[in-house]
């Protein structure tokens, strides 16, 4: 089974409105961590956020933010006032106990279009 | 912050030839790196985690002998591909966790090798 499912391929966005772009997680351990990362067309990995399994509270670094629903499983990045230079590759991420030295298991992205 | 440096940025080679990529971890240790392929639109895809001092551990299906891996020191992990084909053109790219820190932690990437053999 997968371990990470994104399930849009492709979102659409204009300037200065918000986007969810989704997340999903498949894994038995009670400790693990969720990662979101932007890959531009250049190709270049860019870390955006961090959550961990037990944090209480959603993560949130500037414009970003992570809607953690543990129940769920699911790990939604949101973007407020979204900008050009924000299309880009998005993927979602985890490592849990099955990771070995902390190796990643990757979503299969969402591509993220800011129009003017 | 940590930073991963990756050379070169891109490749474009003749059919035959091997190709040296190498991945540096600059102002930490890192005792694994992990080397992804990634083609057009897609994941990234795991190709073998790279041990300091001992041998690389590949995923199914990918072939030791095609890409060789060496992992010498602390800072460096180097990736040949060995008689490159038109078939293993793709995007590279390498990554690597500072150990040393909280788990929290995140993979720092190099920014990828594009890799074209004509």
């Known amino acids: 089974a997968q371990k990470i499912t994104q399930t849009q391929p492709g979102m659409f966005v204009q300037e200065k409105e918000a986007v969810t772009l989704d997340c999903t997680y498949d894994t038995s351990d009670q400790s693990y961590g969720l990662f979101w990362y932007k890959q531009p067309s250049s190709g270049e990995m860019i870390f955006l956020i961090y959550?961990?399994?037990?944090?209480?509270q959603n993560a949130t670094e500037g414009r970003y933010s992570l809607n953690f629903q543990k129940a769920r499983k699911s790990a939604n990045l949101v973007i407020s006032a979204s900008q050009l230079g924000d299309s880009a590759m998005y993927f979602c991420?985890?490592?849990?106990?099955?990771?070995?030295?902390?190796?990643?298991?990757f979503g299969r992205g969402t591509q993220l279009t800011v129009w003017p | 912050g940590a930073v991963v440096s990756q050379h070169p940025s891109r490749v474009i080679c003749k059919s035959g030839t091997s190709v040296k990529i190498e991945c540096r971890s600059l102002?930490?240790?890192?005792?694994?790196m992990f080397w992804y392929r990634q083609f057009p639109k897609q994941s990234l895809m795991l190709m073998a985690t790279s041990n300091e001092g001992s041998k690389a551990t590949y995923e199914q299906g990918v072939e030791k002998d095609k890409f060789l891996i060496n992992h010498a020191s602390l800072t460096l992990s180097t990736l040949t591909v060995t008689s490159a084909h038109p078939e293993d053109s793709s995007f590279y790219i390498c990554s690597a966790r500072d150990l040393g820190r909280h788990s929290n932690q995140p993979q720092h990437f190099g920014d990828g090798t594009r890799l074209s053999i004509l």
């Open positions: 991420a985890m490592r849990d106990r099955g990771s070995t030295l902390g190796r990643l298991y």
């Open positions: 959550q961990g399994s037990y944090d209480e």
């Open positions: 102002d930490f240790q890192a005792t694994t």
